[in-house]
């Protein structure tokens, strides 16, 4: 079926790009297929991380699909434009049927986008993974690409104030090389060297990144092990076990 929603959307984001003059750093681009089925598993800082992460995958000219809530699909804003772009909707208290979606569009040929930490980490370190990314990878048989994410979360992140019209912010979107599921035992044992090499992917992000805190109360969006103000992953473990109230107290 022809791609009537997609395109446009990808052309708003462009134009959002240019008008906030974002200073878009992307690496490893060419590690994305260009044809056949890939899963694109992204750690996750933002609530506009699939944005960036799709954006990384330009190059190769494919189009991501990503398994996003379930409630996305029901807002009367987002819903028909995730259902345009066959995104993927997530029900967590009935998985099994999004997952075989996602498997069958891997089989497909189509490219997959998963957050395998599955809630965005205050920390803006890599949480523990959830093991889908890899299984679907694997039963799809096809690879399995880590993507990091940095400055994402300067615009629009878990308990701060939305700032989606700051500008000349600069994002850095690295691809990582393919992970080829054959060459693993199992889910548990894939899982576990994405999250070694999406850590790794993450930290030279972060330290790469050409822009430092301006001062203390600019410190929020630096990780704690760098001598930002974010959480450590310990305290942000238990601001997410208080639930939303957490981002508000």
């Given at each position: 079926?022809?791609?009537?929603?997609?395109?446009?959307?990808?052309?708003?984001?462009?134009?959002?790009?240019?008008?906030?003059?974002?200073?878009?750093?992307?690496?490893?681009?060419?590690?994305?297929?260009?044809?056949?089925?890939?899963?694109?598993?992204?750690?996750?800082v933002?609530?506009?991380?699939?944005?960036?992460?799709?954006?990384?995958?330009?190059?190769s000219?494919?189009?991501?699909?990503?398994?996003?809530?379930?409630?996305?699909?029901?807002?009367?804003?987002?819903?028909?434009?995730?259902?345009?772009?066959?995104?993927?909707?997530?029900?967590?208290?009935a998985?099994?049927?999004?997952?075989?979606?996602?498997?069958?569009?891997?089989?497909?040929?189509?490219?997959?986008?998963?957050?395998?930490?599955?809630?965005?980490?205050?920390?803006?370190?890599?949480?523990?993974?959830?093991?889908?990314?890899?299984?679907?990878?694997?039963?799809?048989?096809?690879?399995?690409?880590?993507?990091?994410?940095?400055?994402?979360?300067?615009?629009?992140?878990?308990g701060?104030?939305?700032?989606?019209?700051?500008?000349?912010?600069?994002?850095?979107?690295?691809?990582?090389?393919?992970?080829?599921?054959?060459?693993?035992?199992?889910?548990?044992?894939?899982?576990?060297?994405?999250?070694?090499r999406?850590?790794?992917?993450?930290?030279?992000?972060?330290?790469?990144?050409?822009?430092?805190?301006?001062?203390?109360?600019?410190a929020?969006?630096?990780?704690?092990?760098?001598?930002?103000?974010?959480?450590?992953?310990?305290?942000?473990?238990?601001?997410?076990?208080?639930?939303?109230?957490?981002?508000?107290?």
């Open positions: 079926m022809p791609e009537l929603v997609y395109p446009p959307v990808i052309a708003a984001a462009k134009t959002m790009f240019r008008v906030l003059d974002l200073r878009l750093r992307v690496e490893g681009s060419h590690h994305v297929p260009r044809t056949g089925g890939a899963v694109l598993a992204s750690n996750h933002s609530y506009l991380d699939f944005i960036f992460c799709g954006y990384g995958a330009r190059d000219g494919r189009l991501v699909r990503f398994m996003a809530k379930e409630s996305v699909f029901r807002h009367k804003v987002s819903g028909p434009l995730m259902r345009g772009m066959k995104h993927i909707p997530v029900n967590r208290a998985g099994a049927g999004s997952y075989q979606t996602a498997v069958s569009a891997l089989r497909r040929g189509e490219v997959v986008g998963v957050f395998p930490e599955a809630t965005i980490s205050r920390s803006f370190t890599v949480k523990e993974l959830k093991s889908g990314a890899a299984r679907m990878a694997q039963q799809a048989a096809v690879p399995l690409l880590p993507v990091a994410l940095w400055g994402t979360q300067r615009l629009w992140t878990k701060r104030p939305r700032t989606l019209t700051r500008r000349h912010t600069p994002i850095s979107i690295l691809v990582g090389e393919p992970m080829d599921p054959a060459g693993y035992p199992d889910a548990a044992t894939m899982t576990a060297e994405l999250k070694n999406l850590s790794a992917l993450v930290d030279r992000a972060q330290r790469e990144y050409p822009e430092q805190p301006a001062g203390p109360d600019d929020w969006w630096q990780p704690a092990h760098l001598g930002g103000a974010a959480p450590t992953p310990e305290e942000a473990a238990a601001l997410d076990r208080r639930g939303p109230r957490a981002a508000t107290s």
